[in-house]
Every structure is written in structure tokens, then in C-alpha cells.
């Protein structure tokens, strides 16, 4: 099965980014193809394609991933396009914290890969950059999303405290769904 591992925002927070989309940024129509709220987070750790027999370890190594990682507070804010505004194919939201809340996630996304690589998961290697996908662009050249990015700029959302972790299934047909598996509460 195809797994990742997220943070999901409250609705609160999915709420005010609704808005935001909705009345202050140009319309998300073709080539974009706007992710739907219900399938909004921020990826931890992307694992791909797990055998069922891992599934056990996987889960109890991520168990002590989150007991071990301390909750912390977190905006969405601003955003992007990767690889770049001018030729975007993956349209996000950015994050802003305190630096000891965004030092705190960047070890959580490290603990969750380090939890996945030792359960034997060959993940692919990225650097993690936390942001929350609006939107991708069916074009593999990818569009200008200079005013897509401008107009997220001055975005700031509520704040709001991250205390679990989702193990995540995504199926990719008909059409993508995301299923939660297990979540985790962070320790404290
Ligand atoms: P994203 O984080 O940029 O949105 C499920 O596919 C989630 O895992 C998505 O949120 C996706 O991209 C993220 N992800 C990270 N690396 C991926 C990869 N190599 N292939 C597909 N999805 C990946």
C-alpha cells in the first residue's frame, strides 16, 4: 500500500485557508488542479509503496516517534510554487512558527523518516520543506505562478497546536483518496 505520514491543521485553520483561496487568490482552474480541502495536510514523510508485513513495525516505531516529539504551535502562512514561481507545478502554503516550533518539526519529519528507513522502507530521498499542496499543474512544464504566489504572500492564519501524527493510505485510482490509518498523539 501507498503510505505517508502527515499533520493535519483543524478545521479552523482548513476554514480560514478555504477563504483565503476562495476570495483573495486567482481562480485554480486549468491546468491546475486544485487538491480538495478534505485531502489537505502537511506530509512528515512520504513511504511509497509498504509491504503488509512492515505495517506492524512501521506502526509501533512510529508510536514512539510521536511519544518521544513534544507538541508545538504552527501557522499556515504565505506560500510558493516548486520548483519555481515562474514555471510552478506544485502550488503550497507555507508554515510560520516560533524557530523552536519549526526546529520541533523538522525533528518530528526526521524522527517519522528515521522510524520508516529502520522498519526498512527505502524512502525517497527529499528535503523537507513543510508546506500544504493547494494545488498541481497537469502541465509537466508547469505555469507562471508568480501572482498565485504573490497573492499568498501576505497570508497568515489562525494559530494552532499540532499534537498528533497521521499514518496515512493514499490510492491513487479512480481518482486520489486519502484513507488514515493510525495517528499518534506527540508526547508531552
Ligand atoms: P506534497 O507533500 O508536495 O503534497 C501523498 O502523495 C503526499 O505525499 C502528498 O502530499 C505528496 O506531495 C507527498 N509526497 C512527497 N514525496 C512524494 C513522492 N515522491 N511522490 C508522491 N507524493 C509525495
Known amino acids: ?13 482548513l476554514d480560514a485557508l478555504a477563504r483565503e483561496v ?17 485531502q489537505w495536510h502537511l506530509t512528515l514523510a512520504f513511504l511509497g509503496e509498504v509491504a503488509q508485513d512492515r505495517l506492524s513495525e512501521l506502526c509501533e516505531r512510529l508510536s514512539r516517534a510521536a511519544g518521544r516529539s513534544t507538541p508545538l504551535t504552527l501557522a499556515l502562512s504565505g506560500g510558493g510554487a516548486f520548483p519555481a514561481a515562474r514555471r510552478g507545478q506544485v502550488l503550497w502554503v507555507g ?7 519549526l526546529d520541533a518539526l523538522r525533528r518530528l519529519a526526521d524522527r517519522v523518516g528515521a522510524a520508516a528507513r529502520r522498519t526498512g522502507i527505502a ?41 498528533e501524527i497521521v499514518l496515512v493510505r ?6 486520489t483518496s486519502h484513507h488514515p490509518a493510525a495517528r499518534w498523539p506527540l508526547g508531552g
Open 1 to 13: 500500500m501507498r503510505l505517508f505520514v502527515a499533520v493535519y491543521p483543524p478545521p479552523a485553520a
Open 22 to 38: 476562495s476570495d483573495g487568490l486567482p481562480p485554480l482552474v486549468a491546468p491546475w488542479r486544485a487538491v480538495p480541502v478534505s
Open 95 to 101: 508554515v510560520r512558527g516560533e524557530r523552536s516550533a
Open 123 to 163: 524512502m525517497p530521498a527529499r528535503a523537507y520543506r513543510p508546506h500544504l499542496t493547494l494545488a498541481r499543474c497537469r502541465d509537466p512544464q508547469g505555469v507562471d505562478a508568480a501572482s498565485m504566489v504573490a497573492a499568498l504572500s501576505g497570508y497568515a492564519g489562525p494559530v494552532w497546536p499540532v499534537t
Open 170 to 175: 493514499s490510492q491513487l485510482a479512480p481518482t
